[in-house]
């Protein structure tokens, strides 16, 4: 008798059912609307230029056509620019990530003098900047023009993210750290060897935010390189998109021309995205919850 009772108290409720199919067909509705603009845009990436102008593909490439990925992808100067922005990507968002875990576990330790300072200090620079010009000339005058520099300074602390990291670096237990002082570790070891080992989930978030936000940014390279051949593969596209690079200095010819103005754009998204498509997966597994359970007892 104890045992059915334990058996029913554990099945679940009509209402428990009807919620998890409720919250089923609402999820699942999300992941349409969600995945259904990209699968158009990769159809259209595929599709010939009547379809596209007709308004004929939805889910599935009508028209099956490579002209414009054979444009760019013939293009040297895509493969070039294409470098860059891996070149550029991996250096900002290195150091990004060695001053943002520097600056946000100095600001977790609360007995620091002229923490209020340093806190809302970064917190100004969310609501005020110096402004374009100001940024601009500082840039030049530092010399940093013409290099991986003017993209990966100017944009080495997001502010959002240096918050998120310190509210994670305060909720790490202080007995760990004290436990590694006693023995021997220095500052620079208990951050190394006991707090960034401990805080995977937040570092791997952190750096997918920075890579995708350097991978997308196209501004700062465009305003602070003066040569083509320095130019990341979104300014590029940017420029395709324009007419100033691309089908013109491919020699395409005019039908190969309104293809490319066809799916010009759809190539772009896709070719853009594509790497952080692939990235992602692989980060996506230190997107837990709970990776301090357990590491202090007692």
């Known amino acids: 008798m104890s045992v059915n009772r334990t058996v029913s108290a554990h099945r679940p409720t009509r209402g428990y059912r009807v919620f998890q199919g409720v919250n089923g067909v609402i999820l699942t509705l999300v992941v349409v609307v969600t995945l259904y603009p990209f699968v158009n845009i990769v159809a259209r990436s595929f599709s010939g230029e009547r379809q596209i102008r007709a308004g004929e593909v939805t889910l599935w ?26 070149f550029y990507t991996v250096v900002a968002t290195a150091v990004a990530m060695v001053l943002t875990t520097c600056y946000a576990y100095v600001l977790s330790k609360k007995h620091l003098k002229g923490r209020g300072v340093l806190v809302g200090i970064a917190v100004f ?15 030049t005058s530092l010399g940093l023009k013409n290099s991986v520099w003017a993209i990966a300074l100017p944009n080495a602390i997001s502010v959002f993210n240096l918050l998120v990291m310190k509210a994670f670096f305060e909720s790490l237990p202080t007995e760990l750290e004290e436990a590694a002082q006693i023995d021997g570790l220095s500052t620079y070891g208990i951050l190394l060897r006991i707090v960034l080992p401990l805080s995977k989930a937040v570092v791997a978030t952190m750096v997918l935010f920075y890579t ?28 395709l998109i324009a007419g100033a690079t691309g089908g013109g200095n491919a020699g395409a010819s005019t039908a190969e021309l309104s293809q490319v103005g066809a799916s010009i754009q759809a190539v772009t998204i896709v070719l853009t995205a594509l790497p952080i498509l692939c990235v992602y997966p692989f980060v996506q597994r230190f997107f837990v919850s709970g990776v301090m359970l357990g590491a202090v007892k007692g």
């Open 125 to 139: 620079t969310m609501f005020f900047t110096g402004g374009l010009i100001p940024n601009y000339v500082l840039v």
């Open 61 to 86: 490439p009508k028209g099956f056509n490579l002209t414009t990925y054979k444009i760019v992808f013939q293009d040297s100067m895509f493969w070039r620019n294409y470098g860059n922005t891996v």
């Open 212 to 239: 995708v936000s350097f991978w997308n940014s196209w501004f700062s390279a465009f305003l602070y390189m003066d040569h083509s051949d320095l130019m990341p593969v979104t300014v590029y596209l940017r420029n």
